[in-house]
């Protein structure tokens, strides 16, 4: 069983610039396929990837938006703020994913928080002191990444509405996957909420604590949470689109 990690440098720092890379690669694969006209049920457009699939229960040929994400990738973010004794998660009203993420991860990450960083002695709404402070914990004790618990259910719900409410995802060395048990009964692909090891399934997502910055210029930063995925845990697909496209 795997425990939360606290660590000093952290090998998620050049996952962002590599996942960069695999999702322009699968995407121009894409397109080549859709522009040279080979046959292939795959197409891509733009910065959003599409797949067709034919329908098990129609026949009919359909288009599935997916997601592309690398080895050591993240996958979508909720901001973290300490007040009144006790650190928590929020979102924006209008922030369909922070609501969602905040409501889960309020009941069940806060201890990890409270353990790690302690209680900052700064004033209330000091934004600024409160970076900071996170810095300072950081720098001293390493960043903080902590398992959370969620359903098989949760997982793919997460992971639907962190990629943009996409049917599928796409992930390096492991293939493709259905984010709904819709889209899974449609298309054959394996619903991601089964695909997850299940003696470490909860550490398949974990979160990142980390002070984000936005425009070093103007000062402008934010104490983000982001979601990591660990492929290791993550049983293979029967079916990989990089393979078409061939892309390793």
Known sequence: MKTFAQFHKSPLEEAKNLGQQYEIKIIKGLERIRKGGRGSSLSGRGSDSVVEFRDRRTGKTRQYSMGIKAEGAVS???????????????????????????????????????AHYGAPRIKPDDRKGLIGYIRGVTKTKGELVVPFEYTPEQLAHILHISNNGDDLIQIQGKGTYALTRGVANSTGLPWLGDAVDGDDAEYFLTL??????????????SLTAELHLDTELLEPSHFDVAQYVNVK
């Open 76 to 114: 979508g973010q909720i901001q973290f703020r300490y007040r009144d004794g006790q650190w928590h998660y929020e979102s924006k009203p209008e922030d369909r994913l922070g609501g969602y993420l905040a409501d889960i991860f309020n009941k069940t990450v806060p201890g990890w928080m409270n």
């Open 208 to 221: 990142r604590h980390r002070v984000k910055v936005h425009s070093s210029s103007k000062g402008v930063y």
